[in-house]
């Protein structure tokens, strides 16, 4: 299935494609007593995936190839089906085996209490296993190996998804960049948070960004989110879901980017952290060696320093009310924005509230 075209990226295959084929060489086992070596499945627009099944029992294997796509991380993992005769006609009950989540909170695509096995793929599965068995009625028992394990590198336990990975793909091919993954995994996390009741949400850029607004704060309900590099998606989305406020708040290191105008904030897309502190600092009235000083930092860390050793701390409440400016341009001023400094230790170095 997956190929290399020239000065191209080698695509891979999703996990519904490999539950969809695993699942299509168990009910040919279940009908026949042959256990294939290869079967092929077709995605929703009618694209064939030709793949190797391997038969432990009367369950089968696919192995998942994510392409070039290494950060993907189920690349390399078993995916198994199992597939049994139930009584009636036309019901297919997907079940969550080993290493397969289960929905535990409302606003995702599949109800609490099912297995995380996304539409499409359920799709998928159901259109392999009808061309073995058209009529009768199905349970198709979904496992990967050591899928629970893997789900910790996922963002499923910030969405509320336990015991294993998500079953996922829309179109049953990876390709290798993994940017529209984390925006559509944000979009379903704000999605469960706004449906869970809360109408503000915390902002931060990682983990130890939460650690800290958690501590700060005193926040113990789920209304966190992680931006990682996208904080221009998350306030997007926090408009379009209703959020009335969005308190975002990280260490200068990320939040000054957006300061200077950047709302994706991986290195490799932006920078101007120094510039924009220089441009405060300079509107503050710092004397010039004081501003040349923090412009040849290597570290916002000891750029910090150098405005705390020059008594100009004030400088952290402009950049806040700077940042703020952007924030609310970029929601329209539909949403009620908080931003909020923090040092490496957690403690604020300055903030602006909106009213």
Known sequence: MCNRQRDTLRTGITTGTCAAAAAKASAIFLVSGEAPNSVTVKNLEGREFSLSTFREGNRFTVIKDAGDDKSDVTDGAEIS?????????????????????????????????????NPVPRKMIALAVREVIPKRSLKVTVSVKNGEE???????????????????????????????????SLTLEMSMIRSLGYDEIFVTFAGTGEKIARRNFHIEGRNVIQCVNYPGHVLDEAERF?????????????????????????????????????????????????????????TTSEAIEIIKSGHLEKVWDNIAEATWKRCAER?????????????????????????
């Open 150 to 184: 893997l789900a910790k590198r996922t963002f499923n336990p910030r969405l509320g998804i336990v015991g294993g990975i998500s079953i996922l793909g829309t179109t049953g091919v990876v390709k290798p960049m993994n940017e529209r993954a984390i925006l559509d």
């Open 242 to 298: 209703g959020f009335t406020r969005v308190i975002i708040c990280g260490q200068p290191g990320k939040l000054l980017k957006v300061t200077a105008g950047s709302f994706i904030t991986h290195s490799k897309a932006s920078d101007g952290r120094l510039e924009a502190l220089c441009t405060h600092l300079a509107l503050t009235g710092a004397c010039q060696n004081v501003i040349a000083s923090v412009y040849r930092s290597n």
């Open 331 to 355: 929601v329209n001023k539909a949403v009620k924005i908080d931003v909020i400094f923090f040092d490496t230790e957690g403690k604020i170095l300055g903030a602006y509230h909106d009213e």
């Open 81 to 117: 089906a199992l597939v049994e005769l139930a009584d009636g006609e036309n019901e297919i009950a997907f079940i969550a085996g080993e290493g397969v989540g289960t929905v535990t909170l409302p606003g995702l695509k599949i109800p609490v209490g099912q297995p995380a096995i």
